[in-house]
């Protein structure tokens, strides 16, 4: 079975520049997770999709990231303009279930993202 | 607010002992708690969970305690092997956002020959 791919896997752009990150679910899977992990710090969940519908957004800085989950499958993550405190890995992951019950989240490598 | 902390930064510990590595969490709505590796250049892979209503499970080398009055718990790799060399980290979720997870800051594994 394919896991979550990702890409690009590095990406370096200059402060105000915009990008965007791609994610390929695991087939079949109807969640799917973008979290933000800068250095030293664990994995902070930005935007969670079920199918193609956002279910928690909260965290996402709204006024410069967008993420979308065309036909609940791919997702992008876009920042526009990107600011120096925006350098992380970028991960994607995706899990089988829909709804609040646990369910195991798969992780692709991740999108590491350098702003100078 | 830090909500799932992991107080110690990196372990080492030597081929074939015993590794604990310890998390600590504040919020008592927690319910469910897992445990993801990590190697170098590749995404968190999931290792182990535990629901609220047990205080321990088993996997293999990997058994992860909960002690919900002490709003503690622990992941026990027993026999250490230079393979489990990762960051380990800790997440926790409510009862009914369950898919949302909130991560600790991760410890470093190192297992020595």
């Known amino acids: 079975e394919a896991g979550v791919a990702q890409s690009p896997r590095y990406k370096i752009i200059e402060k105000r520049q915009s990008v965007a990150f791609w994610c390929n679910p695991i087939s079949g899977h109807a969640t799917l997770y973008w979290y933000q992990q800068i250095l030293g710090q664990g994995p902070k969940l930005l935007i969670q999709?079920?199918?193609?519908?956002?279910?928690?957004d909260s965290q996402l800085p709204k006024d410069r990231f967008s993420a979308e989950r065309l036909k609940g499958v791919d997702s992008t993550l876009k920042i526009q303009p990107a600011k120096l405190e925006d350098s992380a890995v970028y991960l994607c992951?995706?899990?089988?279930?829909?709804?609040?019950?646990?369910?195991?989240?798969?992780f692709g490598p991740g999108t590491r993202l350098t702003v100078l | 607010d830090q909500q799932v902390k992991q107080n110690s930064p990196s372990l080492s510990v030597q081929e074939g002992r015993i590794s604990i590595l310890n998390c600590d969490y504040t919020n008592s709505m927690f319910d469910y708690f897992l445990w993801y590796k990590k190697y170098p250049a590749e995404g968190p892979t999931f290792l182990i969970s535990i629901s609220s209503i047990k205080d321990k499970n088993e996997d293999g080398r990997f058994t992860v305690f909960l002690n919900k009055s002490a709003k503690h718990l622990s992941l026990h790799i027993v026999p250490s092997q230079p393979g489990d060399s990762a960051v380990y980290f800790c997440?926790?979720?409510?009862?009914?956002?369950?898919?949302?997870?909130?991560f600790g800051t991760g410890t470093r594994l190192q297992v020595t020959l």
């Open positions: 997440a926790a979720a409510e009862t009914g956002t369950a898919s949302k997870l909130t």
């Open positions: 992951a995706s899990s089988l279930l829909a709804g609040a019950v646990p369910d195991t989240q798969y």
């Open positions: 999709f079920q199918n193609n519908g956002v279910v928690d």
